[in-house]
Each structure stands twice: as structure tokens, then as C-alpha cells.
């Protein structure tokens, strides 16, 4: 396995295991030890944009990993390149309505979890090897 391939991994790792990490673990562990819900929902505030924004970046990283592997049609042709281009749209709709429309919890919580599982499908996937 290449430089590439590490990258994958480890850009991967960072980002998915965040996502799911922040939501299925931390914040349901932070209720249950009795914390006041808005202290709970202050912590989320404050490290879901942060998480979703180091998602953005390690997906970019992978994409250039992606094509620089397997040339840039695979971005539409291949599963992985359609779950990052989704995960990119996704962030950057998560900002923009963030950004404009604050009040939109709902649409908020489904860009996370939209994010959270392209992730896992993303992990069932091979990390791109170079054609020799």
C-alpha cells in the first residue's frame, strides 16, 4: 500500500470515526452522566461544525487520492467517488444553510447523518490502488 492508500485510510478513519463518534457516543454518554441538556446541546454546537468541516477536508483529500488512482471519471462512475461527492455537497449544504437559515435544526441533523453514513458505506469500500 502507497502513500495514497495510507492517506485513504487514515483521512478516513479521522473524519468517519468523528462523525460517529461525536453523535452514537460522546453527546449520549454526556446525557446519561446527568449533564443539564443545554450544556449537552452547547457541546454539540460547538463540535458539529468543526467535525463537518474536517469531514469536507479529509473527503477533498481523499478525492484527490481517488484521482489520482483511478482518473477523474471515477468521481461518477465509482461508488466511492459518488459517496464523496455527496459528503462534499452535504458539508457544504450543512454551512450554507447554517449560515442562512439557523433555525433549520432539523435539515442540519439530516446533513450530519447523511455525512455519518455515506462514511460507513465508505468504509465498506476498497481504498483505490494504483493502475500500473
Known amino acids: 500500500m502507497g502513500a495514497g492508500g495510507i492517506s485513504w485510510l487514515l483521512a478516513q478513519t479521522f473524519w468517519v470515526g468523528g462523525l460517529w463518534l461525536l453523535h ?14 443545554l450544556l449537552v ?6 463540535l458539529t461544525p468543526l467535525l463537518i468541516g474536517l469531514a469536507a477536508v479529509c473527503a477533498a483529500l481523499q478525492v484527490v ?25 452535504m458539508a457544504a449544504g450543512y454551512f450554507a444553510v447554517r449560515q442562512w437559515w439557523p433555525d433549520a ?4 441533523l439530516f446533513s450530519y447523518l447523511v455525512l455519518a453514513f455515506c462514511g460507513l ?3 465498506l469500500q476498497p481504498v483505490p490502488a494504483r493502475r500500473s
Do not use: H, T
Request: charged share 20%.
Open 105 to 108: 435544526r432539523p435539515w442540519l
Open 41 to 46: 446541546e452547547e457541546v454539540a454546537d460547538a
Open 65 to 89: 487520492v481517488l484521482v489520482r488512482a483511478e482518473r477523474i471519471a471515477s468521481l461518477w462512475r465509482d461508488m466511492r467517488g459518488q459517496l464523496l461527492l455527496c459528503v462534499l455537497l
Open 24 to 37: 452514537f457516543v460522546m453527546l449520549p454518554a454526556l446525557a446519561k452522566l446527568g449533564l443539564a441538556p
Open 121 to 123: 458505506l465508505l468504509v
